[in-house]
């Protein structure tokens, strides 16, 4: 209770002190009263410092991302319902084989290629937890209105791989029929399909990434986005607070687009080894474990285990695999409260490190990357308080 009271007086000034607020989210955010969400997206940057803006810039936020929904998900519906009614319609100008790369067709197929990687990856988030599975309380009513039947992004994907599953050609051109139920032992069928009207909460992250993909062509999605974009938006849309939980779909597609232009550069191949980019960080988490622990370190390199194998995963997805939802939350707190961003993550996989050190050193290779594909220490608190002495001991 002393805790949230502290919380409480900083979120309680007309201007939010940062550096106290980032002092305070260090050693956890409370879950109580929506803490957690309002202190993200203020770490995040989402939300101002001074909070008479607050609702102004919420308004303006989500009505930009109906905008992008009507955009980019219910438009091409529309045009391809359009297009596809009658023949007569389509004229030669744009028709679904046309090659000119401006035709309104040729977005489309090429969106259902990023389309069926994202529902790929999303439909397998967090199998452990049946959130994702199941309906949220706040469907997006603008694409499930049944007066206007638009496609939503699910009746996309299961037309496009119906139709990709039939006829699979072949290199030499030789066209197999196959059986749909061949192809893909993830098949639809696994998941209960929801009444019309209702959405599963995998399909409002589905809809973000799209969204996301379309915004920033440049990198587009990326597999591991969706590890990212999991925790935010399941804290969003867990939120006590059902004025912030009704609108968390927004609101998370802003604090992941934030988060993404802070970590992007993880994601895009061709920085890989600039000073922005994953290999740079791998190496600053070896160098580090090299002044805090050398003999660990040796250890390492003589068993030829490059950060590579391991801390590529961590670091591009804030751990986001390795631990529960829950303690990744935790380990997130830690991190956006972090004022030389992420930082303190590579201190955090220093300390994972560290703290196997004894069954590291007697481990061969084979073990040892079992122990660091597969990290053994559940205990986050036990992580983060060793992470902060190794930052406290520079």
């Excluded at 305070?24 to 203020?42: A, E, T």
């Excluded at 939802?325 to 830690?334: A, G, K, M, T």
């Excluded at 040892?368 to 983060?384: F, G, T």
């Amino acid at each position: 209770p002393l805790r949230i009271a502290d919380f409480q007086e900083v979120l309680g000034e007309p201007t939010v002190a940062l550096a106290k607020l980032r002092e305070l989210c260090f050693s956890g955010i409370p879950f109580d009263g929506g803490l957690r969400c309002l202190c993200w997206k203020i770490l995040l940057n989402y939300l101002p410092l001074e909070k008479a803006l607050w609702s102004s810039l919420l308004k303006k936020q989500r009505d930009l991302y109906s905008q992008f929904l009507k955009e980019m998900i219910i438009q091409p519906g529309i045009a391809k319902a359009n297009l596809g009614v009658s023949r007569e319609d389509v004229t030669l100008e744009d028709h679904p084989l046309n090659p000119n790369p401006d035709s309104r067709w040729n977005t489309y197929f090429k969106d259902n290629e990023v389309l069926l990687q994202i529902d790929k990856d999303v439909r397998r988030l967090y199998p452990d937890m049946a959130f994702f599975q199941r309906p949220t309380d706040y469907p997006c009513l603008l694409i499930l209105d049944p007066q206007n039947e638009f496609e939503t992004l699910r009746r996309r994907v299961e037309q496009t791989t119906l139709k990709s599953q039939t006829v699979a050609r072949n290199r030499s051109g030789v066209t197999n029929v196959s059986s749909p139920l061949k192809t893909t032992p993830s098949s639809l069928s696994e998941y209960e399909v929801l009444p019309n009207g209702c959405e599963a909460h995998w399909e409002v992250v589905e809809r973000i990434l799209f969204i996301y993909a379309k915004l920033n062509p440049g990198i587009a999605y990326v597999q591991g986005m969706n590890e990212i974009v999991g925790p935010l938006y399941y804290t969003f849309a867990t939120d006590p607070n059902s004025e912030w939980k009704e609108h968390a779909e927004a609101d998370t597609f802003f604090c992941f687009t934030n988060l993404m232009a802070e970590i992007r550069d993880n994601f895009i191949k061709s920085l890989d080894d600039s000073q922005c980019g994953i290999t740079y960080k791998m190496e600053k988490v070896y160098s580090t474990l090299k002044e805090k622990d050398v003999e660990l370190y040796l250890k390492l390199q003589e068993q030829n285990i490059k950060p590579q194998f391991f801390a590529f995963r961590w670091l591009t997805l804030l751990l986001s695999q390795e631990f529960l939802l829950p303690d990744v939350i935790r380990i997130w707190d830690s991190l956006f409260a972090d004022d030389k961003r992420f930082d303190f993550l590579l201190l955090v996989c220093c300390a994972m490190l560290t703290l196997i050190r004894d069954q590291l050193l007697e481990g061969d290779f084979t073990l040892n990357m079992r122990l660091l594909q597969d990290y053994p220490i559940s205990d986050v608190h036990l992580i983060l308080k060793k992470a902060k002495e190794l930052q406290d001991s520079k």
